[in-house]
C-alpha cells in the first residue's frame, strides 16, 4: 500500500454502495470504517430524514462538514461519505488532504434502479423521485467528474468493487487508472 494513503475516503451518488464497500474494505484492511451519514444520525439522535424535515438541509451540511473534518483526522480509516459531503470545498480539502478519494462511479440508470425502493432519501423525497434523482445526478456530474481514482460500480458486486480499490491503493504514485 502506498505509504501516503492515511485514510481511504469513498465518495459517489445515493446508491453507489459506499457504506457496504466501505465495511467490507475496512473489514480487509483491518482499518475502522467511519459511515458519515450514520455519525451524523447518531449525534443527531435522528434520521438524516428527520434532519431535512425539522432542522433543514443547512442545518444537515453544517453537521455532515463537522462529522467528515473529524472523521478526517487520525488514519487508517474506511470513511464512506454521503452523496453530497464533498461539495462543500472545506470538506473536500480536509478529506484529500489525509485520505486517498476513491469515487463510485455509479450510471444515472443504475443508481436510479438501486434506489427505487428506498422512501428515506430525503433529497428524493416527494412526488416523481426518478425526475428529482435524474436532476440531482446531472448537478452533481461536473463535482464527480473531477476525482481521478474512480470504480465504476455498475454490473460489479461489493467485492469486486473492493478488489480494484485494493488493487488502486497498492499501485506506485501516479500510476491510478480509471477501473
Not at 445526478?137 to 485494493?166: H, L
Amino acid at each position: 500500500m502506498d505509504k501516503r494513503t492515511r485514510n481511504i475516503v469513498l465518495v459517489g451518488f445515493s446508491g453507489a454502495g459506499k457504506s457496504t464497500v466501505g465495511r467490507m474494505l475496512a473489514s480487509r484492511l483491518g482499518w475502522a470504517v467511519v459511515d458519515t451519514d450514520a455519525e451524523i444520525e447518531r449525534r443527531a439522535g435522528k434520521s438524516i430524514a428527520a434532519i431535512f424535515a425539522e432542522d433543514g438541509e443547512p442545518a444537515f451540511r453544517a453537521l455532515e462538514a463537522a462529522v467528515c473534518q473529524q472523521a478526517s483526522e487520525g488514519d487508517r480509516k474506511v470513511i464512506a461519505t454521503g452523496g453530497g459531503a464533498l461539495c462543500n470545498d472545506d470538506t473536500k480539502r480536509a478529506m484529500q488532504a489525509t485520505g486517498h478519494v476513491v469515487l463510485l462511479d455509479v450510471s444515472e440508470e443504475e443508481a436510479l434502479r438501486r434506489l427505487a425502493a428506498h422512501t428515506d432519501r430525503p433529497l428524493l423525497a416527494g412526488e416523481d423521485a426518478a425526475a428529482k434523482l435524474r436532476a440531482l445526478y446531472r448537478s452533481r456530474a461536473t463535482f464527480y467528474g473531477q476525482f481521478e481514482q474512480r470504480v465504476k460500480v455498475d454490473g460489479k458486486t461489493p467485492d469486486q468493487v473492493v478488489d480494484a480499490i485494493v488493487t488502486d491503493i497498492q499501485r506506485p504514485a501516479g500510476a491510478h487508472q480509471d477501473r
